[in-house]
């Protein structure tokens, strides 16, 4: 059931859990996490990055094929299709495509812009029923060419882009995309809890969260994060699946080339990684 992600996060916020964001490439990722999500009874965000949106050929095609599938699998659970580090121009291709959430990453322009720009559309947002996610200090690292420069949010931007009436903050509290290095000092649970106390009711965004570690997970949850995305951990896993059946050699067996065999060891393993982060997020059974 495609939704706007606002119940999910009111609801998540108030039963102090979160809900997971997984990112999408293709047709396998999609199912993969639509039939997770329907089998743990949890509400799922599908996120869709400008770049992963352009290799599938385009926002109307991804909108077209998540729609069709959520119908065909006969997906009762709250799934919103929303749109991960979004440009200002991205958000309205998203709007048009018929995404249900979107996220406008104004991060690394001046404050000021950042603020005009998500004032705009969150107007937007609102008129269509949308849910949006706006940001303020950038998430580390690199993702799909967003490269984000990991500064700690400032808990008065935070508030004044909150009042806005966004669905959802991303506030950077010193996470990461991608692996964290071996010195990483890990969450910034004091600019996090500075934030919580300027936002009130705001649900809080964790992006990066691969690898962060399920204490630093639940705590950060216990602060007010509603949503943690994930994104690497997912790749991570059908990566090692698909090189563990190349490597020995079931491609070479029986009809092992064909490309629905190849691509399922991959597949079960998204199922596997989606399964243990709804368990560690507290969201099965939620929907
Ligand atoms: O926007 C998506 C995420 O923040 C994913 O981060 O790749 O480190 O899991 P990750
Ligand atoms: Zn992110």
Not at 157 to 163: L, P, S
Not at 197 to 217: A, N, R, S, Y
Request: hydrophobic letters at 40%.
């Amino acid at each position: 059931m495609l939704v706007s992600a606002k119940e999910m996060m009111t609801k998540a916020l108030a039963g102090k859990y979160a809900v997971g964001q997984f990112n999408i490439n293709n047709l396998e990722w999609t199912k993969a996490i639509l039939l997770t999500a329907q089998e743990l009874q949890s509400p799922v965000i599908l996120g869709v990055s400008e770049g992963a949106g352009k290799y599938m050929t385009g926002f109307k095609t991804v909108a077209a094929m998540v729609k069709a599938m959520d119908e065909e699998l006969g997906i009762t659970v709250p799934v919103a299709l929303h749109l991960d580090h979004g440009t200002y121009e991205g958000c309205y291709k998203c709007v048009k495509a018929g995404f249900s959430s979107i996220m406008f990453d104004g991060s690394h322009y001046p404050f000021d812009e950042n603020l005009a720009k998500s004032t705009e559309l969150v107007h937007v947002a609102d008129q269509l029923g949308l849910s949006i996610e706006c940001e303020v200090g950038s998430i580390g690292g690199e993702e799909d060419g967003v490269v984000g420069m990991g500064e700690c949010a400032d808990p008065d931007e935070c508030k004044t882009i909150a009042d806005l009436g966004v669905t959802m903050l991303a506030a950077g509290i010193g996470n990461i995309h991608g692996k964290y290095p071996a010195n990483w000092p890990g969450l910034s649970f004091e600019t996090l809890a500075a934030i919580k106390e300027k936002v009130g009711d705001m649900p809080l965004v964790l992006h990066g969260g691969t690898g962060i570690p399920d204490d630093m997970i639940k705590k950060a949850i216990s602060l007010g994060v509603a949503k943690i995305n994930v994104n690497t951990e997912c790749q991570l896993s059908f990566q090692e699946a698909t090189r563990k059946y190349i490597e020995e050699g079931k491609d070479l067996q029986g009809k092992g080339f064909d490309p629905r065999k190849l691509l399922n060891p991959g597949f079960e393993a998204i199922k596997a990684k989606v399964k243990e982060k709804m368990e560690l997020f507290g969201s099965v059974g939620k929907a």
